[in-house]
């Protein structure tokens, strides 16, 4: 079993709709959650941080933690064609550590 | 945040011959990390470049390998050693950006590799 898990989609929506995308995660010691965005033939750019549970919320996106269920999630809301990339969750467990990445879920916004 | 240049940004190349990737910071840095993505995989962290000291290697990948060096405090390189198929991918250095708090990390567009 993976330490964390994501669906690689393709996920495709139209332009306007709000976009779920998830990653569970088997290692209760992580305690930092990011999200990340990557363009096609791009690197990573970080997108929402969060620390332990929680919302945060940044213009049209909002991260959530739930560590009891360890599972995260990044709304995206009024969905543009410029959202589309893949979506790459992150996680370590502390100051120092290595990041754990899940596999990105790829979504496509369609007009 | 740091800017990060990369380079190449990709090349073909022939099976058992070496590559050396670059990677060139704005400003000084602590560390430097080197990760591997492969198709339908998730970033994979090769190793830690530290100035001053050797590279910290994570399990499944080996110095022979993967040398790194790490001559100052805004530049790394790694090489892809005595490569076959199975290294084709793209390779991203990446930094840490903010103090100890701050998990945010700032990659390079990365180096897409195909070995041929």
């Known amino acids: 079993q993976k330490e964390v898990e994501q669906d690689p989609g393709p996920l495709s929506v139209p332009e306007g709709a709000i976009v779920s995308l998830n990653c569970t995660y088997s290692?209760?010691?992580?305690?930092?959650f990011m999200w990340y965005r990557q363009y096609s033939r791009k690197g990573p750019e970080l997108l929402m941080y969060t620390y332990s549970s929680g919302n945060k919320e940044d213009g049209r996106f909002t991260a959530q933690v739930d560590k009891s269920s360890k599972y995260i999630s990044l709304f995206i809301r009024d969905s543009q064609p410029s959202d589309s990339a893949t979506y790459l969750c992150a996680m370590s467990a502390g100051g120092g550590n290595k990041l754990t990445f899940g596999t990105g879920t790829q979504l496509k916004v369609e007009l | 945040s740091a800017v990060i240049s990369q380079k190449p940004s990709r090349d073909i190349c022939q099976r058992g011959t070496s590559l050396t990737i670059q990677c060139q910071v704005d400003s000084q840095v602590t560390m430097m990390f080197w990760y591997r993505q492969q198709p339908g995989q998730s970033l994979t962290l090769i190793a830690t470049?530290?100035?001053?000291?050797?590279?910290?290697?994570e399990s499944g990948f080996v110095i022979d390998k993967f040398p790194i060096s790490r001559p100052n405090l805004t530049f790394s390189t790694l090489t892809v050693s005595n490569m076959s198929p199975e290294d084709s991918s793209i390779y991203l250095c990446?930094?840490?950006?903010?103090?100890?708090?701050?998990?945010?990390?700032?990659f390079g567009s990365g180096t897409r590799l195909t070995v041929v």
């Open positions: 990446s930094v840490t950006t903010g103090g100890a708090s701050v998990h945010g990390y700032t």
């Open positions: 470049a530290n100035q001053g000291s050797e590279a910290t290697y």
């Open positions: 290692n209760s010691a992580f305690q930092y």
